[in-house]
T-cell receptor
Framework: DIQMTQSPSSLSASIGDRVTISCRAS??????LNWYQQKPGKAPKLLIY???SLQTGVPSRFSGSGSGTDFTLTISSLQPEDFATYYC??????????FGQGTKLEIK | EVQLLESGGGLVQPGGSLRLSCAAS????????MSWVRQAPGKGLEWVSS????????YYADSVKGRFTISRDNSKNMVFLQMNSLRAEDTAVYYC????????????WGQGKMITVSS
């Protein structure tokens, strides 16, 4: 199975900061990589699909990049509502569709 | 409105059984791959199972294979997860999720149902 590794596991940042979260796949997954945001007690929300496509309704301060094995989620200017946990997930080929372990973004 | 609504969670003893249901609305259900994703307390997301739109193909995580069965009733816009031989490590919030074939991602999620396996 394809393993997904996110870094860092947690980070602290301030309002207005630019933040990047990394995700590495254990094998080449081309651009089949998605990013989700989850707030406490809530279901995950799709932000980015196929590495760089912004889901409808998601603010443009969120962006994704990468292909192959290395991917990045960038938040250009942190807003108060962005403090949450972020997960990457690969959708290459058939299931299992594995998730990264998550990155918790906290207020500094 | 596009919506997924789970039901059927609760407390069950180790070795017991439980069935989760998910009612879908607001999209063409019979064309949609449906899945279950779970999250143990304080842990990350784990894909559990998926079923094709017609119900003829199903996939399972190794951790639940042989114990869980996914099914669907397209006439009622519902998907189910029958969970047998439950273990403490199955304790989690279970989310029903729609797989978007164009974006190859889970684009719609239910609110989640807590399953606790404990004596």
């Amino acid at each position: 199975d394809i393993q997904m590794t996110q870094s860092p596991s947690s980070l602290s940042a301030s309002i207005g900061d630019r933040v990047t979260i990394s995700c590495r796949a254990s094998q080449n997954i081309r651009s089949f990589l998605n990013w989700y945001q989850q707030k406490p007690g809530k279901a995950p929300k799709l932000l980015i699909y196929t590495a760089s496509s912004l889901q409808t309704g998601v603010p443009s301060r969120f962006s994704g990049s990468g292909s192959g094995t290395d991917f990045t989620l960038t938040i250009s200017s942190l807003q108060p509502e962005d403090f949450a946990t972020y997960y990457c997930q690969q959708s290459y080929s058939t299931p299992p569709y594995t998730f990264g372990q998550g990155t918790k973004l906290e207020i500094k | 409105e596009v919506q997924l609504l789970e039901s059927g969670g609760g407390l069950v003893q180790p070795g017991g059984s439980l069935r989760l249901s998910c009612a879908a609305s607001g999209f063409t259900f019979s064309n949609s791959v449906m899945s279950w994703v779970r999250q143990a307390p304080g842990k990350g997301l784990e894909w559990v199972s998926s079923i094709s739109g017609g119900g003829d193909t199903a996939y399972y995580a190794d951790s639940v294979k042989g114990r869980f069965t996914i099914s669907r009733d397209n006439s009622k816009n519902m998907v189910f997860l029958q969970m047998n031989s439950l273990r403490a490590e199955d304790t989690a919030v279970y989310y029903c999720a729609k797989w978007a074939l164009l974006s190859l991602a889970f684009d719609i999620w239910g609110q989640g149902k807590m399953i606790t396996v404990s004596s």
